[in-house]
């Protein structure tokens, strides 16, 4: 089956840097991967997502890049702000189950 | 936010006891899918709810059961209650049973906490 990990666990970054989150999947039939934004004593929320047709999708300042050669796929969040602290996670999926990274907490200081 | 809605916001039930979760779809969805996350850790699939039947199962024991009612919303039910059972509990809902297809939107979820 499938299984997803997910690289840092914690990140901290001032204001203004880019934050990268990177994650890998183990099964080759996957071709669809969200990204979750998770705050604190709060639901998880789908912040963006890639299916396997492309390698690139952009929304303002976020952005998620796909290797499916490699079986990897990132996540970038440009010019962070102190709202973007939170747990993010990356998920893969195994036909109608999402398989969820272990989570990356990310810390923007200003 | 989403139209999915938990209850309890949170319990605290005993060893032994018996719980049951509830979850209110989104409109228009006919799948609910229940999630078990523990802190520090990524949500756990435990099973899912298409069109009133289980379409799917996690890694969990058979005391880990559930329901879909004609309305699409749905519980899960869980007996003979252990410490390690406590976590925050996550049901999402969405169009169709394949998240490749359908985005699955969480609820607040139900904190319980097992003594």
């Known amino acids: 089956g499938e299984n997803v990990e997910q690289h840092p666990s914690t990140l901290s970054v001032q204001e203004g840097d880019s934050a990268v989150i990177k994650c890998t999947y183990s099964d080759s039939a996957s071709n669809y991967f969200p990204w979750y934004k998770q705050e604190l004593g709060k639901r998880p929320q789908l912040i963006i997502d890639?299916?396997?047709?492309?390698g690139e999708k952009k929304d303002q300042r976020i952005a998620v890049t796909l290797n499916k050669t490699a079986k990897h796929f990132s996540l970038h969040i440009t010019e962070t702000q102190p709202e973007d602290s939170a747990v993010y996670f990356c998920?893969?999926?195994?036909?109608?189950?999402?398989?969820f990274g272990t989570g990356t907490r990310l810390q923007v200081f200003p | 936010e989403t139209g999915v809605t938990q209850s309890p916001t949170h319990l605290i039930k005993t060893r032994g006891q018996q719980v049951t979760l509830r979850c209110s779809s989104q409109?228009?969805?006919?799948?609910v899918s229940w999630y078990q996350q523990a802190l520090g850790q990524g949500p756990q699939f435990i099973f899912q709810?298409?069109?009133?039947?289980?379409?799917g199962r996690g890694n969990f024991p058979p005391r880990f059961s559930g329901l879909q009612f004609p309305n699409y919303s749905s519980e899960l039910n869980v007996n003979a209650l252990e410490l390690d059972d406590s976590a925050l509990y996550l049901c999402?809902?969405?169009?169709?049973?394949?998240?490749?297809?359908?985005?699955?939107?969480f609820g607040p979820g139900t904190r319980l906490t097992v003594l």
């Open positions: 999402a809902s969405s169009a169709s049973p394949l998240p490749s297809t359908d985005t699955q939107y």
């Open positions: 409109s228009g969805h006919n799948t």
């Open positions: 709810y298409y069109r009133e039947e289980e379409n």
């Open positions: 890639i299916r396997s047709n492309v």
């Open positions: 998920a893969g999926h195994n036909t109608d189950k999402l398989i």
